[in-house]
């Protein structure tokens, strides 16, 4: 298949454009390639390669290469340390330094407890849109449409909410 030797053909070029970048973890070295493979047939299924370019080989070395650039800014956004992660010279994770645990005692102490501030600080409307969202489990945009409010406006509502609820209980 045509595809197959479009694949072999830059398959130099892209690893070129991932040492220019400097990357040097396998695994996203593997992922950058994927990538890169996925964009070309992505470039073969629009007709890139039956269109006459003088300079395709210059044409698809930028589209490979911006698309690497583009998954390494996103993959530097998404970057997180895992919870389950060992700490340095430490036998604890991540998730046991930051949160202790909650025994069922104390989970229904402060469930009620957050209840006692929802039907004593919270206006009408707002434990309404915390009873249908939340006990109710209707979503965004049922209960939009009948308060004749956009999602949005709802999804703000209900953030701003909770984030009252976040600082009364810190």
Known sequence: MEIERILEKYKHLMLVIINQVGVTDWFLREDLLQEQRMH?????????????????????????KRRVINVLIQEKRSRYTSLNKKMLDSEFEYIDFLIE?????????????????????????????????????KTLEEIGKSNNVSRETIRRSIKKIINEIRRWYR
Do not use: M, W
Not at 46 to 54: D, I, N, S, W
């Open 40 to 64: 070309l047939v992505q470039l073969y299924r629009k007709g890139v390669f039956q269109k006459k370019f003088e300079n395709i080989d210059d044409y698809i070395f930028i589209c490979l």
């Open 101 to 137: 645990p909650i025994n069922a005692d104390n989970y229904q102490t402060i469930l009620e407890n957050i209840i006692t501030y929802i039907t004593s600080h919270l206006s009408v409307e707002e434990q309404a849109l915390i009873n249908l969202y939340f006990f109710k489990n």
